[in-house]
């Protein structure tokens, strides 16, 4: 028998806190869990510096890939099996994409691509053809499969349908991380009836869409979207902790720059200072690697530095105000003059934060041509579009509220050892 259709012995099974079991047949899937590149997924968690705020979010990318293979799987083995529609030699490819979409992240991913300019796309798709443990497992499928892996998860893989299942409005991946993020911070909204979904899905040439019975459980999916943004991805706190991590990432840089002498050589972090990263490097990077130099840097000789590394390890974050510089362009100018008459750095103390840059897509129907809208199948055969027939969806499609805040240290507004007149001046233009 050929690898691709290879079948373990005995299913494998892993135990999942949201999907009960994660099932495992094929060989390949199997070979490509045990890689070290997917290993890896374990050290890096999948909603970054939220556990801060939710202590339970310590779940990483590697729960995260395994539910998405699992849902994958059972939309294709249960419910599109034998439809005409859907091509079974697609099986293994889909699979495979589903388990290895977030290969390429790295630690704490938004601050360090922010700071490093690098872009975890690019690394899943250089672990994906490099020198890897997975490209090996790939190849023995086919000579062109790690290529047509790399295809669906940049979306550019000619069956759409193929490429739905994983990057759509309502795919795996998103129907996945929702629940998941929502389990593990323990917040009440999130969930939705995931069952109920992948029973009206149906196979259509260019991505799948869901038959008209089930809109009430796409509405509930489309809230609970809404809701975990607003709660969760954007929470304020959070938001704080990638504040100070993005400026402790922002200094080591800006100092190594000046020549700063290290006590404790950055060395994991030289090759991304030079530019010159290899994909060795990159995947030795993880988060506990970071926070242990963020335990370094807390003994450091300079003083921004430092004290950045000891409010992370320690969790004393920044506070916020409600803020959008553009609008008061004048005040933060003279808020930024007055952090630095007090001694504060104001490109590392007082930063501006606007959510305007991260993924608030929760439903915009038609917006991006690569994030296909949710079509209803209606019991004539015809399509339209979510919206157009759901109120609470019309509601609340494309509606976009960018929140801008600034980030500061709350304890400079007590600081004794400042003048009293400059702290009243701070806190008229902040508070
Ligand atoms: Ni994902």
Redesign the pocket.
């Known amino acids: 028998m050929n690898y691709a259709n290879a079948k373990l012995q005995e299913e494998k099974v892993f135990k999942d806190p949201v999907h009960r079991y994660v099932h495992v047949r094929d060989q390949a899937i199997w070979d490509l869990v045990g890689t070290r590149e997917f290993q890896r997924l374990r050290r890096i968690r999948q909603l970054g510096t939220t556990y801060l705020v939710f202590h339970g979010a310590e779940h990483s990318?590697f729960n995260?890939?395994l539910g998405?293979y699992e849902i994958v799987r059972r939309i294709i083995d249960d419910v599109f099996k034998g439809r005409p529609e859907w091509d079974e030699g697609e099986r293994l490819l889909v699979l495979c994409a589903a388990l290895l979409?977030?290969l390429g992240h790295g630690p704490f991913s938004h601050a360090f691509e922010n700071v490093f300019e690098t872009d975890h796309e690019q690394f899943t798709r250089e672990i994906l053809l490099g020198d890897t443990e997975v490209n090996e497992v790939l190849r023995r499928v086919a000579v062109d499969f790690p290529e047509k892996v790399a295809q669906v998860i940049e979306k550019t893989y000619p069956n759409e349908l193929v490429v739905s299942l994983i990057s759509s409005q309502i795919d795996a991946?998103r129907m996945?991380?929702l629940q998941r993020d929502a389990y593990y911070t323990g917040v009440s909204y999130g969930h939705f009836d995931m069952e109920r979904i992948m029973r009206v899905m149906r196979p259509r040439a260019n991505g799948v869409v869901i038959k008209e019975s089930g809109m009430h459980a796409v509405e509930d999916y489309i809230m609970s979207r809404y809701q975990m943004y607003l709660q969760i991805y954007f929470h304020p706190v959070s938001r704080s902790a990638e504040v100070v991590l993005n400026n402790i990432l922002k200094r080591v840089k800006q100092l190594r720059a000046e020549g700063y002498w290290f006590k404790y050589d950055p060395q994991h972090f030289l090759p991304f200072f030079e530019g010159m990263v290899t994909l060795e490097d990159y995947l030795a990077l993880d988060e506990s690697i970071m926070l242990t130099y963020f335990q370094f840097w807390m003994k450091e000789d300079d003083a921004i530095l430092s004290d950045l590394s000891r409010r992370f390890v320690n969790r004393k974050l920044f506070q916020y105000v409600n803020f959008d510089p553009h609008e008061r362009r004048e005040d933060f100018e003279e808020l930024q003059r007055l952090f630095t008459e007090v001694g504060l750095d104001p490109n590392y103390y007082l930063v501006h934060d606007s959510t305007s840059d991260l993924p608030y897509d929760f439903y915009k129907p038609g917006h991006e041509s690569t994030k296909r809208p949710i079509f209803l199948l209606m019991s004539d055969g015809q399509l339209c579009e979510l919206s157009e027939k759901s109120l609470i969806v019309e509601s609340i499609a494309g509606r976009i509220k960018v929140d801008h805040k600034i980030y500061f240290p709350e304890e400079l507004l007590s600081d004794s050892s400042i003048s009293q007149s400059l702290i009243t001046k701070v806190k008229k233009l902040l508070l």
């Open positions: 990318r995260h890939s998405v979409h977030d991946d996945d991380y």
